[in-house]
């Protein structure tokens, strides 16, 4: 069964103190890997597509890594307005339009 | 302009009543879809238009009804909804994959939080 998994289910951390998510997946034919940033209310943002295991992607503080079975966000120097939930979806070969979702991290960044 | 827009922002309804979901786009994407998230939940997919054609119905109830007037709008209307059915409601668009370089990345609208009563 196709299925995306995300660990921490939360995770809080001090300004300036980096940690990195962490996004597993088992899908039959994986197409690509993406990223989402949403905040509390409002729709899931884009933040990246990965296609092949090595690949990296950065924006910013975030850098997102992807391997055959699992994707990291990495987050260095973390700052409040960084504070969201971070959503990983996979794409597979089998469907153009079908993505699962991970059930999500909720970062919560102190001041 | 990576924008998808929906309207209305906040809608509240009785069970009786019917009402209308809106959105649009303008990036020229062939794929919309609509979304139901509840609170600390991941976006759960619904409906999948292709080409203006329903392409996926994940089973949804008969009480919402989807519909795509032409490639830059999709609807979702509302009728005898429950109390259950509370929820945010998105929009998303997406590329084709087999014209755009393997690329077919999900772009969101900010939603319609919905409340039935």
């Known amino acids: 069964e196709d299925q995306v998994t995300q660990s921490p289910e939360a995770l809080r951390l001090q300004e300036g103190e980096s940690s990195s998510l962490n996004c597993s997946y088992t899908v039959s034919g994986l197409r690509g890997l993406f990223w989402y940033r949403q905040d509390p209310g409002k729709g899931p943002e884009f933040l990246f597509t990965?296609?092949?295991a090595g690949e990296e992607k950065e924006k910013e503080r975030l850098k997102a890594t992807l391997t055959k079975k699992e994707s990291f966000l990495h987050i260095t120097a973390p700052k409040p307005e960084d504070s969201a939930t971070y959503l990983c979806a996979a794409s597979m070969k089998t469907s153009y339009d079908k993505v699962i979702f991970g059930p999500g991290t909720s970062l919560s960044v102190i001041p | 302009d990576t924008e998808v827009t929906q309207t209305p922002k906040h809608l509240v309804m009785g069970m009786t009543n019917k009402k209308s979901l809106k959105c649009e786009q303008h990036?020229?994407?062939?794929?919309m879809y609509w979304y139901k998230q509840k609170a600390k939940k991941p976006p759960e997919l619904m409906f999948v238009?292709?080409?203006?054609?329903?392409?996926i119905n994940e089973s949804v109830p008969s009480r919402f009804s989807p519909e795509c007037p032409n490639s830059s709008l999709l609807n979702l209307h509302l009728h005898a909804l429950q109390p259950e059915d509370s929820a945010l409601y998105l929009c998303?668009?997406?590329?084709?994959?087999?014209?755009?370089?393997?690329?077919?990345?999900?772009?969101f609208g900010p939603g319609t939080r919905l409340t039935v009563l």
């Open positions: 998303a668009s997406s590329q084709d994959p087999r014209v755009a370089g393997g690329f077919n990345e999900q772009f």
């Open positions: 238009y292709s080409y203006e054609k329903l392409s």
């Open positions: 990036m020229g994407h062939r794929a």
């Open positions: 990965l296609y092949s």
